[in-house]
């Protein structure tokens, strides 16, 4: 991987980190009575993002000083709350997760709307879907006839975008046009898995589409689950 994909690829690291810790500390808010002091304590985020040590205080720090959230000392214990701004940028990624934040790619808001704040989901989408190296399951013998195979499913997937949810369709779309330029490349990018995992996080929903999707994945093993 070139030095420019490594550089995307923590910036997609990242933004997915910053959004998990960001959407659980927003679900919080949701549920605590609106007088209460405390919202989320970082031991609370730690355990239902595992995301720990420096790496989760390098994101609390980050979100704070974009004024998403406020940090504070309650009863010896660091706590946080969501800004005014927070709840907006949580609001729009919500409501329009098709388009990019301030802060998030829409790459980044499709996946990790799709995900439950849970521990293992997250650690999943963020260490093993982005991370993990992508493998190709495609012989030389038989590239050209899979390529052409997976070419013929994009196209099919291109005439069913319309049973997508409206918000998604664009997403769909791009995610489309990445893959149908990654996979012919010698080497596979960073950029094939983004855009594989784009169109499971708004397909899977979608029986057909999210299958047809799974089965070109499969040819790079590439596992959402």
Known sequence: M????????FVLDQQSKRFAVLKFIWQETRIKPKDSLICS??????IETRINGDDLLGILQYLKSE???ELSQYERQSVSRITHQGK??????????????????SSVIVTMNQTTINGDA???VISSSVNAPITTTISNSHRTEEFSEILKAIAELRQ??????NEFQDVAADALDTLESEITTPTKTAKLKVALFSLWGVAHGVAT??????AIADR???KFN
């Open 160 to 165: 069913h975008i319309n049973s997508l949810p």
């Open 220 to 222: 790079f093993g590439v």
């Open 122 to 124: 997250i650690g999943n």
């Open 88 to 105: 907006v940028e949580m609001e729009e990624a919500i409501t329009r997760p098709s388009q990019d934040t301030e802060h998030f790619l």
């Open 209 to 214: 589409f999210a299958n047809a999707v799974t």
């Open 41 to 46: 304590t970082v031991k609370d985020i730690a």
């Open 2 to 9: 070139s030095n420019d994909e490594d550089d995307k690829q």
């Open 67 to 69: 004024g998403l959230i």
